[in-house]
T-cell receptor, first 113, second 117 residues
């Protein structure tokens, strides 16, 4: 059974903290994605990676960075968390040939106080 | 730029009945793809169905079918014989492009479907 796991389901951090959200997939997928989901806004792409050490900005990369040192792991980093980054963060992966058939993790609900 | 519009924030349906979730889109690309995803309360988005703009027939996957009307720029999801487990958020999406030219999904705001027993 294919699986995308995220390190935490719920996370509470303080303003200014550096926050790491981890995502691991076991499907040997080249593509990995980070989205944020906010009520009434749908999902918005933050960053994605199409190979190890390769990354590309999505629609809302400001305030975020990413790291992909191994194929199965894609990390989202909030360099200095702010309250407007309180959101649900979803990680996904896919193969290049079926890039749109993305497999999602359960999400991390991050609250920044 | 691509845009997806889902005008129904919430929908209710009786178990075993069919339901249609609306989706309209806007794009200037001659070739495009349309997708539907389901998000149960557990949070994990699940890919349901894909329709290519040049596909002659409407896509079907089990109880899911996509009512694709190109002239009207609509790609409605039809769920037949609704089940309690169909209660979830449903997102319509289409193929877009990042600033770097890579493919990405452009999502609508979603429709919350509730199936009543």
């Amino acid at each position: 059974d294919v699986k995308v796991t995220q390190s935490s389901r719920y996370l509470v951090k303080r303003t200014g903290e550096k926050v790491f959200l981890e995502c691991v997939q076991d499907m040997d997928h080249e593509n990995m994605f980070w989205y944020r989901q906010d009520p009434g806004l749908g999902l918005r792409l933050i960053y994605f990676s199409y190979d190890v050490k390769m990354k590309e900005k999505g629609d809302i990369p400001e305030g975020y960075s990413v790291s992909r040192e191994k194929k199965e792991r894609f990390s989202l980093i909030l360099e200095s968390a702010s309250t407007n980054q309180t959101s649900m963060y979803l990680c996904a992966s896919s193969s290049p040939g079926l890039w749109y058939e993305q497999y999602f993790g359960p999400g991390t609900r991050l609250t920044v106080t | 730029a691509q845009k997806i519009t889902q005008t129904q924030p919430g929908m209710f349906v009786q178990e075993k009945e069919a339901v249609t979730l609306d989706c309209t889109y806007d794009t200037s690309d001659p070739s495009y793809g349309l997708f539907w995803y389901k998000q149960p309360s557990s949070g994990e988005m699940i890919f349901l169905i894909y329709q290519g703009s040049y596909d002659q027939q409407n896509a079907t996957e089990g109880r899911y079918s996509l009512n694709f009307q190109k002239a009207r720029k609509s790609a409605n999801l039809v769920i037949s014989a609704s089940q309690l487990g169909d209660s979830a958020m449903y997102f319509c999406a289409m193929r877009g492009a990042t600033q770097g030219g890579s493919e990405k999904l452009v999502f609508g705001k979603g429709t919350k479907l509730t199936v009543n027993p």
